[in-house]
């Protein structure tokens, strides 16, 4: 619709272009505690150039460093810098560099230091005033959770989680969110002692990844998909999120924890959630939670887990031409360590859409190659009236989701061979992000930062499905402490023998992605 003009009045063109006009965040700040660790420098100070660089900041943006260095505030902007130069995403550009630099603060101190605190609270109050900030700030916890107590009361005692009038305050808490439900809903506690549930974001960085997103988008926008996504066609579903990289620097955090806690108590779990769930009545974070808070309670493990979750443990291998150490070889890992680099989990889902489908999630460090996949297998055909001959080479039907980094869909079927026999093989019809798309995908950090400051909770798992999460994972991590140690695999391998031989007694097998 159009004024007598023929220019649409503005309602109306905000109302039929909101969805596609960029998302920007109004006057605030971020305060980063932990700015010296490496998911900082890696990803969430090039994430915040990223989208300064886009245009999607607000010009008096402030950001706030907190640590234990002896820094002044050009420091610290050097800090950055440097990190935006080495991992952002988009050009480095002078221009929007200094102006995002003009806004950066630090505040050195530790976490039970009260006078950094108040020098936060009077940097931020400054901020306020000098870059129009409007009292609104973020506080990113990217600290091991033994800290969050300590930040979260810091940022209580010293007035900085009240928003003054008109303003907002937020926390956002990195994983790993405790290491059991026990500990996960001690947290909670902790910080609902301090913030209310809308004020507070937790990450789970595949829920900001453009692929995950995606699934919603091929579930609930077409109509080809759905009528199979269920135990009439579908067989099985695995969910693979493999690593090529090792535990590198990380010994602190991953010993004792290992991968079933560290990654499929949060991205596998919500990936399976979004493949398995039913449709939201709408996609705000409400109704969204609901659906997989559905799910995630549906979901059962199998009786003996003994037989259907396997864990492993990498030795020394070969990587890409290189030789590299076994985990207990690595630096600052106790040579006894049971921890699981490796784990793979049959569940199953006690509703009407998927009863008897399995779901098999496997993860792994040092494994044949960085891919990230859920791949959706389906049923054969119940009768074939090809000869056995002919279809030998043909496989099961399979929709994979290519979440990383070749990100896009595949769909795999059979076709006739050319020629004159009737010789079927499997063939696939591939979608790729790169080849339909001109612009690049945003960095998960850059969508949920900007989420974030724009209070959009949709990709922010809840309280709920991270202790329901927790809650299914504990009897897996309870019977691998009762019983022996975890299998060893050679590094640049698929994993441990065990692993294989899981799905084989149940008459599949892994797909070698
Ligand atoms: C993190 C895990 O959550 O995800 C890491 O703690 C893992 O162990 C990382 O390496 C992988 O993230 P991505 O985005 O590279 O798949």
Same mark, same amino acid.
């Given at each position: 619709?159009?004024?007598?003009?023929?220019?649409?009045?503005?309602?109306?063109?905000?109302?039929?272009?909101?969805?596609?006009?960029?998302?920007?965040?109004?006057?605030?700040?971020?305060?980063?505690?932990?700015?010296?660790?490496?998911?900082?420098?890696?990803?969430?100070?090039?994430?915040?150039?990223?989208?300064?660089?886009?245009? =999607?900041?607000?010009?008096?943006? #402030?950001?706030?460093?907190?640590?234990?260095?002896?820094?002044?505030?050009?420091?610290?902007?050097?800090?950055?810098?440097?990190?935006?130069?080495?991992?952002?995403?988009?050009?480095?550009?002078?221009?929007?560099?200094?102006?995002?630099?003009?806004?950066?603060?630090? *505040?050195?101190?530790?976490?039970?230091?009260?006078?950094?605190?108040?020098?936060?609270?009077?940097?931020?109050?400054?901020?306020?005033?000098?870059?129009?900030?409007?009292?609104?700030?973020?506080?990113?916890?990217?600290?091991?959770?033994?800290?969050?107590?300590?930040?979260?009361?810091?940022?209580?005692?010293?007035?900085?989680?009240?928003?003054?009038?008109?303003?907002?305050?937020?926390?956002?808490?990195?994983?790993?969110?405790?290491?059991?439900?026990? #500990?996960?809903?001690?947290?909670?506690?902790?910080?609902?002692?301090?913030?209310?549930?809308?004020?507070?974001?937790?990450?789970?960085?595949?829920?900001?990844?453009?692929? *995950?997103?995606?699934?919603?988008?091929?579930?609930?926008?077409?109509?080809?998909?759905?009528? =199979?996504?269920?135990?009439?066609?579908?067989?099985?579903?695995?969910?693979?999120?493999?690593?090529?990289?090792?535990?590198?620097?990380?010994?602190?955090? %991953?010993?004792?924890?290992?991968?079933?806690?560290?990654?499929?108590?949060?991205?596998?779990?919500?990936? =399976?959630?979004?493949?398995?769930?039913?449709?939201?009545?709408?996609?705000?974070?409400?109704?969204?939670?609901?659906?997989?808070?559905? *799910?995630?309670?549906?979901?059962? =493990?199998?009786?003996?887990?003994?037989?259907?979750?396997?864990?492993?443990? %990498?030795?020394?291998?070969?990587?890409?031409?290189?030789?590299?150490?076994?985990?207990?070889?690595?630096?600052?890992?106790?040579?006894?360590?049971?921890?699981?680099?490796?784990?793979?989990?049959?569940?199953?889902?006690?509703?009407?859409?998927?009863?008897?489908?399995?779901?098999?999630?496997?993860?792994?460090?040092?494994?044949?190659?960085?891919?990230?996949?859920?791949?959706? *297998?389906?049923?054969?055909?119940? %009768?074939?009236?090809?000869?056995?001959?002919?279809?030998?080479?043909?496989?099961?039907?399979?929709?994979?989701?290519?979440?990383?980094?070749?990100?896009?869909?595949?769909?795999?079927?059979?076709?006739?061979?050319?020629?004159? #026999?009737?010789?079927?093989?499997?063939?696939?019809?591939?979608?790729?992000?790169?080849?339909?798309?001109?612009? #690049?995908?945003?960095?998960?950090?850059?969508?949920?930062?900007?989420?974030?400051?724009?209070?959009?909770?949709?990709?922010?798992?809840?309280?709920?499905?991270?202790?329901?999460?927790?809650?299914?994972?504990?009897?897996?991590?309870?019977?691998?402490?009762?019983?022996?140690?975890?299998?060893?695999?050679?590094?640049?391998?698929?994993?441990?023998?065990?692993?294989?031989?899981?799905?084989?007694?149940?008459?599949?097998?892994?797909?070698?992605?």
């Amino acid at each position: 619709m159009s004024g007598e003009s023929g220019v649409p009045s503005v309602n109306l063109l905000r109302d039929a272009q909101d969805r596609r006009l960029p998302r920007i965040a109004g006057p605030s700040g971020l305060v980063i505690f932990g700015v010296t660790g490496d998911l900082s420098r890696k990803k969430l100070m090039p994430a915040v150039y990223d989208l300064a660089n886009r245009g =999607l900041l607000p010009p008096g943006f #402030s950001l706030v460093g907190f640590a234990r260095r002896d820094w002044e505030h050009e420091d610290f902007a050097q800090v950055v810098r440097d990190a935006v130069r080495e991992h952002a995403r988009t050009p480095f550009r002078e221009e929007v560099w200094e102006q995002l630099a003009q806004g950066m603060r630090f *505040v050195p101190g530790v976490f039970d230091d009260d006078e950094a605190f108040g020098t936060l609270k009077n940097t931020i109050e400054a901020l306020d005033k000098e870059r129009g900030t409007g009292g609104n700030f973020a506080f990113y916890l990217s600290v091991p959770p033994k800290f969050f107590p300590t930040v979260v009361q810091q940022l209580k005692k010293h007035g900085l989680s009240d928003a003054p009038e008109g303003s907002w305050r937020r926390a956002v808490v990195e994983k790993p969110f405790g290491h059991d439900l026990k #500990s996960a809903q001690e947290l909670n506690q902790v910080v609902y002692g301090v913030f209310r549930a809308s004020q507070v974001f937790r990450i789970d960085h595949y829920l900001g990844k453009e692929t *995950v997103q995606n699934i919603l988008a091929l579930r609930f926008a077409n109509t080809m998909f759905e009528p =199979l996504w269920n135990r009439s066609y579908v067989d099985h579903v695995q969910i693979t999120m493999a690593e090529d990289i090792g535990i590198g620097g990380r010994a602190g955090y %991953y010993d004792g924890i290992g991968s079933a806690r560290d990654v499929i108590q949060n991205h596998l779990l919500q990936l =399976l959630a979004l493949t398995a769930m039913e449709e939201p009545s709408s996609f705000d974070a409400k109704a969204l939670v609901q659906e997989k808070l559905k *799910v995630l309670n549906a979901v059962r =493990l199998p009786d003996d887990l003994g037989l259907h979750t396997v864990r492993g443990q %990498y030795t020394a291998g070969w990587q890409g031409g290189e030789k590299v150490p076994g985990y207990l070889d690595e630096e600052g890992i106790n040579p006894q360590s049971k921890t699981d680099t490796y784990a793979a989990i049959k569940l199953e889902i006690d509703n009407r859409r998927w009863a008897g489908v399995p779901f098999y999630l496997r993860t792994g460090k040092r494994l044949g190659r960085r891919v990230t996949e859920i791949a959706v *297998v389906f049923q054969r055909a119940p %009768y074939s009236p090809f000869n056995a001959t002919d279809t030998q080479e043909l496989g099961q039907n399979a929709l994979v989701i290519r979440v990383q980094p070749d990100e896009g869909v595949t769909i795999r079927f059979g076709s006739k061979v050319p020629g004159t #026999s009737m010789e079927i093989r499997d063939v696939t019809m591939d979608f790729a992000y790169g080849e339909s798309f001109t612009e #690049s995908s945003p960095e998960a950090y850059e969508r949920l930062i900007l989420d974030v400051l724009l209070g959009d909770a949709n990709l922010f798992p809840r309280h709920q499905e991270v202790e329901r999460s927790w809650e299914i994972l504990d009897p897996v991590e309870e019977y691998w402490e009762a019983h022996g140690r975890p299998e060893p695999y050679v590094a640049g391998t698929w994993g441990p023998k065990a692993a294989d031989e899981m799905l084989k007694r149940d008459g599949r097998s892994w797909r070698r992605p």
